[in-house]
């Protein structure tokens, strides 16, 4: 078994089967866009290992502190120095590893790659709670600051979408770790992510627009944080009501 449940071991440059972007652009795996790309894989395909691989892969290219690069070279294979954020230092990309590594798990039941990932997944989580605030608030560092509507560095505001991502991230990483038995991961994450959703809804809901600000600095309407709530089921069903007109979806 190449995989033998030791992420560290595992020779990526002589297994190379992932999930990549497309020939015109990098053709590198991407954390975010796997969330996407592998309901195609699940649906379409009898094969999952390209899935599973991808999940492993990113799994293997996490810093000590716990940040999981966005778009792993594929050939490395040893550890990664602190501070190494790989070509696209972005926290919301690594953020994205928790809910893909759930969602492959929900849909192929593999218990073997669940068990080998989960410490990557807690020490993701962690790592991303270190930037929760006084306020209750994940707040952006500039080293890693990247994002899917922000290719530059620098863009430091208190996004909605990003909290409503690490939202779901307590919540599936609550799921993984009540799927292993790690009752108090579980309890700790959703504790986590309750305190969040309300910090989210106090600060970030605007009751005049019906809708999520930008971010906390930037009051215009934040059209993907508000589909990412939806997406996710973050909102209530009278948020929902509210927002979908705002949002053009009908």
């Known amino acids: 078994d190449r995989f033998a449940g030791d992420l560290g071991q595992w020779d990526f440059a002589r297994t190379p089967s992932f999930v990549a972007d497309g020939a015109k652009r990098d053709r590198l795996i991407w954390s975010g866009d796997l969330d996407w790309a592998g309901r195609n894989v699940y649906y379409a395909f009898a094969n999952t290992s390209y899935m599973r691989d991808s999940v492993s892969m990113l799994a293997h290219n996490q810093t000590p502190e716990g940040y999981v690069q966005a778009c792993p070279y594929p050939e490395h294979t040893g550890a990664l120095a602190s501070g190494d954020y790989g070509p696209f230092p972005s926290d919301e990309f690594s953020a994205w590893f928790v809910p893909v590594a759930w969602d492959y798990v929900l849909f192929t039941g593999d218990r073997v790659t669940l068990e080998a990932v989960y410490t990557p997944a807690v020490r993701s989580l962690d790592y991303l709670l270190g930037y929760v605030e006084a306020d209750g608030l994940f707040h952006q560092r500039a080293e890693t600051s990247k994002h899917a509507e922000n290719l530059d560095l620098g863009d430091v505001g208190t996004r909605s979408y990003m909290n409503i991502l690490l939202w779901d991230c307590l919540v599936k990483g609550a799921a993984m770790a009540r799927e292993l038995g790690c009752e108090e ?24 627009q019906r809708c999520f600000d930008l971010s906390l600095e930037d009051d215009r309407l934040g059209h993907a944080a508000g589909a990412l709530a939806l997406a996710t089921g973050f909102v209530t069903a009278e948020q929902a009501r509210d927002m979908v007109p705002r949002l053009g979806y009908i």
């Open 185 to 208: 991961d579980a309890v700790r994450f959703n504790s986590r992510a309750q305190a969040l959703a309300a910090a989210i809804n106090k600060h970030l809901w605007s009751d005049t």
